[in-house]
């Protein structure tokens, strides 16, 4: 440990903030009060069960989703700010209250539904675009990590066109962006946010009737693509390696009905454990202005059981030759494989989980270090097959993943002349079940590389031993070396 | 009623506005130097294409249809097989389906007029305002072409006006002109760039214009007044 500290402290690349963000972990990893299971241990020694560096002694819930609205109301009497009377104050106001939200990078993975939270106090257009797009800017400097998210939509708004305007000239890779995308969306907005996207890989579109069929209308859109709850967020994210699993055994029948129910226990047992520790040991919610003020409800946070290699998975069971997203069969498989694990997840509850005690399943869009794994449910990357087969597999997936999944397409410049394209998958893939798409262009700088965005020449600075500002490019770097971003299949006419 | 089909693209971003299903008919009246699909052309249709009927191409587009903004028919030259074209965008246009046609302009007025009936526009290719020009370029001649543009435009299906640009060969800133003239300013017009990939030997004496040439056009039909003009 003293050398790993040591490392750290002399690392040339890292910046003086990444740093104290690694020396912070070092500490809490130094101790051991989880319960663990000799089984959980071997599970998480052979990387099939992974915490996603949550730490050992985890202090605050993972993601952490403010009720931003009710502190525009009400401001904050910790913090000692009136509610905002105009632009500047809101702006104000909000770039406070981010630096005093706590998460698993130290950074807010949630800054609100800014068109909603903004539209209020815009009076002037041009003095607006201004503000904003300083704002914009402050959080990409300031929040140096991708996964902050803001929200926009479903309905067409003066702020969120200002956005989207913004980052379209900005081009940065902070922050995030989900456009919630329903049939109250207007069509002119809607492309303006595909345009925007072809520029600087954002927003993304959520299907808002299914989020909000499923999780409510307070659910928000946190971090890659994690539906959350407004007002609260989640305790915890740890994942399956279903495709290390996998390899364990060459019988299929002996993977579903022995292997994955006895690594489900484990996980969730885990996952139990990481949530009683920040509930009762660091009484998180007992002790935070966020939850005092009522920005957060303590009632309101999920526990998210991630996945991985789904496609390697079922190709590992298949004949040579079939493979997952190309042969009916094996997609046949990845959803038997879905079915069984979503009744095993739901077989256990936990009373202080939201929305209703049972962990909730997620695609995760996986690490840097993942090395022939795919994220989630995705078709590997360079396997790609034809537009529809490739919407129709994700149509059938998606329904598992309430707490987030989500696919991406590259497109070149034909379709870039024509927005209305995108649309219009959008709106038939939307209609059959896809929960989550994000696009870029293909010759853009900010690109998307699993769930967050990062610059290619950022990952070409750090390439060369260059320091960056932002810590996502190191997961993008780690990404693209070994996941094989860049070789995405662009479609086009 | 049977249609020759060489071939169905089921999702295109270059084939009018939106995602669109493309029909691909067999057989051109045409014979353009520079045609980029030359195995469209002969009108040997059994040799050359598949039958189908109505109704599977009805069940085609419903297929793929939550993911289109429409259809759009193209060829060879799709007027060519105007009866299964007339059946196909009546069954089409029954289910609501927005329907393109992609034409080189050749028709009888009666033939795209019976057709506007049921499709929401065409686009038509001017290929050279010269009639001699277009006769060297296309071996037809373009007066039909010409008058069809207009009563297109009068029937206000006239969806867009699309010029291939080959620097010596076709006339492009002539038709562009004689647009203006005829007060089409408010119809799109496609300034398309000629490549000179999957063409024959025919080709040969044709050159690409340079980008700095698509630029000067285009410059001059906004100057014109043109409303709406791209450059692909």
Known sequence: ?493 | MIGYVRNIITHSAVDGPGNRLVIFLQGCNFNCRYCHNPETIPRDWENSSFQMAVSDLVDEVGKYIDYLSGVTFSGGECTLQSAFLLACCRALKERGIHILIDSNGSASKETLLSLAAYADGFMIDLKAFSGHLHKVLTDAGNAHVLANILVLAQYGKLHEVRMVVVPDFADTRESITWLADQHLLHIPIKLIKYRAHGVTDRAKALVPPTDDEMQVLKAYAEKMGFHKVTVV
């Open chain 1, 1 to 493: 440990m003293k050398n790993e500290i040591l490392k750290t402290i002399v690392d040339p690349v890292l910046t003086y903030e990444m740093k104290v963000n690694t020396l912070a972990k070092h500490a809490e990893n130094c101790l051991d009060v989880l319960p663990q299971t000799e089984a959980l241990k071997a599970y998480r020694e052979a990387g099939i069960i992974c915490d996603l560096f949550e730490g050992n002694a985890p202090y605050r819930p993972r993601y952490i989703l403010p009720d931003y609205a009710r502190f525009m109301a009400e401001g904050s009497a910790f913090l000692n700010l009136k509610p905002a009377e105009d632009l500047e104050d809101a702006l104000n106001n909000l770039m406070i209250l981010y630096r005093h939200v706590p998460s698993i990078t130290t950074f807010p993975v949630f800054i609100g539904e800014l068109d909603k939270l903004l539209e209020p106090y815009i009076e002037d257009e041009a003095t607006a675009y201004r503000a904003i797009k300083r704002f914009l800017k402050y959080i990409d400097r300031t929040i140096t990590d991708s996964f902050c998210h803001a929200n926009i939509g479903p309905e067409a708004t003066v702020a969120g066109r200002l956005i989207l305007k913004a980052e379209r000239e900005l081009q940065d890779s902070i922050p995030n962006i989900t456009l919630k995308y329903s049939a109250e969306t207007p069509d002119d907005f809607a492309m303006d946010a595909i345009e925007t996207s072809f520029i600087t890989a954002k927003p993304s579109f959520a299907n808002h009737m299914m989020f909000t069929e499923e999780l409510g209308d307070r659910y928000a859109i946190a971090s890659c693509y994690n539906g959350l709850s407004k007002g609260g967020g989640a305790f915890t994210l740890t994942r399956l390696v279903l495709s290390r699993l996998a390899e364990k055994t060459e019988d299929y029948q002996h993977f579903l009905k022995v292997l994955l129910p006895d690594v489900v226990k484990e996980m969730i047992g885990y996952i139990h454990a990481r949530v009683d520790f920040i509930d009762r040991e660091v009484a998180f919610f007992d002790h935070s202005f966020l939850v005092e003020e009522g920005l957060l409800d303590r009632n309101r946070f999920a526990a998210m059981f991630g996945l991985v290699g789904l496609a390697e998975t079922v190709n590992h069971f298949q004949p040579s030759g079939c493979r997952y997203g190309h042969d009916a069969m094996a997609n046949q498989m990845g959803v038997e494989i879905m079915d069984h694990l979503e009744a095993l997840v739901k077989s256990y509850t936990h009373d202080r989980l939201w929305p209703d005690g049972h962990c909730m399943l997620h695609a995760q869009v996986g690490i840097d270090t993942d090395f022939g794994i795919s994220p989630g449910v995705r078709i590997p990357i360079g396997e790609e097959p034809d537009l529809y087969s490739h919407l129709s597999q994700i149509e059938q997936f998606h329904k598992y993943f309430p707490s987030g999944v989500g696919d991406i397409f590259a497109f070149d410049e034909t379709v870039e002349r024509n927005p209305q394209y995108v649309l219009d998958i959008i709106k038939g893939a939307f209609k059959r079940g896809m929960r989550y798409v994000s696009f870029y262009g293909a010759d853009a700088d900010v690109i998307r590389i699993t769930g967050y965005l990062v610059k290619k020449s950022e990952i070409e600075k750090l390439s060369k031993g260059e320091q960056v500002l932002r810590d996502t490019v190191v997961l993008g770097k780690g990404a693209v070396d070994n996941g094989r971003v860049l070789e995405r299949k662009v479609t086009g006419l």
